[in-house]
């Protein structure tokens, strides 16, 4: 059966459920085909050709990074599970003075989070667990799966985007603080001024009281870098290779993977791991959703994905550029990542102090 382009067709009603609150707006938005197509039709119509790195997790993109979080290679999630197990008590003490939501934002399989989850009921505390995704599919999962295995946290998920979660939480007059989570060194993944904008948007929608806990992969000897974005197993490179599947399944694409290569490299101008899809060779894509042909020359790249590396003081004016004054900073025993805790700086409005006339 042949289907519809995605492009230039009638908007669609989401769905919601009852495990989740959804605070999506169906009918504004563009169903998921079709935000896809869009994104694909922009990055390969730019120069040079680009893919924006959100796309690589579709079910199996997810499962992939799950797989690279367990390899000897990639260091960042072993050193940040243990930042949290050894200073779990003190990141909760930042916001514990009152009842609090531990907010997570891209909870992945949750099981980072459960370390602070886990504090928190040892601390006889009075918390909330509040996982916050753009994903129905995923949230159902984490929170059917906390209730079965955690019975006793109280959770409430948020289907929504990041910035538009913690303000209707902001907007809640329970009293409670949140701890937001934005962990794994996601913030990597955005360029130096897409973080300044996303972090801008999270302090706005953050009161005086919430706390911010943010994952960094610190700059490091160049080969170790290396290593981990390019792994021996290869898992990292089936990872990125996954993108092009997806486009062959969801827009009916028909790239040859056989004709592509994962390429992993080091910027040391930007201080960024940088991927990269290689065409080996001169070829047409055809991606009949979108109703178009792209040509690729011999070697020429896509870029899929940057994961940006900080100094100290990178995160400490990313920090005041944005909004936020750094509390505490945990780095783990070998010093290659660091977890920082950051506090929203809120001025009073002032009184009107001009002259009386
Ligand atoms: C999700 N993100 C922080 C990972 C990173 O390190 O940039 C994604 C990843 N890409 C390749 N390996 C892991």
Same mark, same amino acid.
């Not at 790195?53 to 997790?57: F, G, K």
């Not at 000897?72 to 260091?75: A, Q, V």
């Not at 997570?104 to 399989?109: N, P, R, T, Y």
């Given at each position: 059966m042949t289907r519809p382009p995605v492009l230039g067709v009638p908007l669609n009603d989401a769905k919601t459920d009852d495990l989740y609150l959804d605070l999506t707006q169906s009918n504004q938005r563009l169903n998921s085909d079709q935000e896809l197509g869009y994104e694909v039709l922009v990055g390969l119509s730019s120069l040079p050709k680009r893919l924006p790195?959100?796309?690589? $997790?579709d079910d199996r993109g997810s499962e992939l990074f799950q797989r690279i979080m367990g390899l000897?290679? $990639? $260091?960042p999630t072993r050193c940040e599970e243990q930042i949290l197990r050894a200073y779990a008590r003190e990141i909760l003490n930042s916001v514990a003075k009152r009842p609090f939501n531990i907010v !997570?934002?891209?909870?992945? !399989?949750g099981k980072k989070t459960m370390i602070l989850v886990e504090e928190a009921q040892r601390m006889k505390v009075d918390f909330r667990f509040v996982p916050i995704d753009i994903s129905a599919g995923a949230m159902r999962g984490l929170v059917s799966r906390v209730r079965t295995e955690h019975p006793d946290v109280a959770i409430q998920g948020l289907v929504a985007e990041y910035t538009a979660g913690v303000r209707w939480l902001a907007s809640q007059s329970d009293g409670r603080s949140n701890l937001v989570l934005f962990l794994g060194s996601n913030i990597g993944n955005f360029d130096r001024a897409n973080a300044r904008g996303f972090l801008s948007r999270l302090w706005a929608s953050m009161r005086v009281t919430d706390r911010l806990l943010i994952g960094f992969d610190l700059k490091k000897d160049i080969d170790r870098l290396l290593a981990a974005y390019n792994d021996s197993e290869g898992v990292t490179a089936e990872f990125n290779l996954n993108l092009l599947d997806r486009l062959n399944k969801e827009l009916e694409a028909d790239f040859d993977r056989s004709r592509w290569r994962h390429f992993g490299t080091y910027n040391v101008f930007s201080g960024a791991m940088e991927s990269y899809l290689v065409s080996m060779e001169h070829q047409t894509v055809h991606i009949n959703r979108l109703e178009r042909l792209f040509t690729f020359e011999p070697w020429e790249p896509i870029h899929t994905e940057y994961s940006y590396k900080y100094l100290p003081a990178d995160m400490d004016s990313l920090a005041a550029d944005s909004g936020y004054r750094v509390e505490a900073r945990f780095l783990d025993q070998d010093g290659w990542f660091s977890d920082d805790v950051w506090a929203p700086i809120k001025r009073p409005v002032e009184a009107d102090l001009s002259p009386a006339e």
């Open positions: 790195s959100h796309l690589i $997790y000897p290679e $990639y $260091y !997570d934002l891209g909870a992945g !399989d």
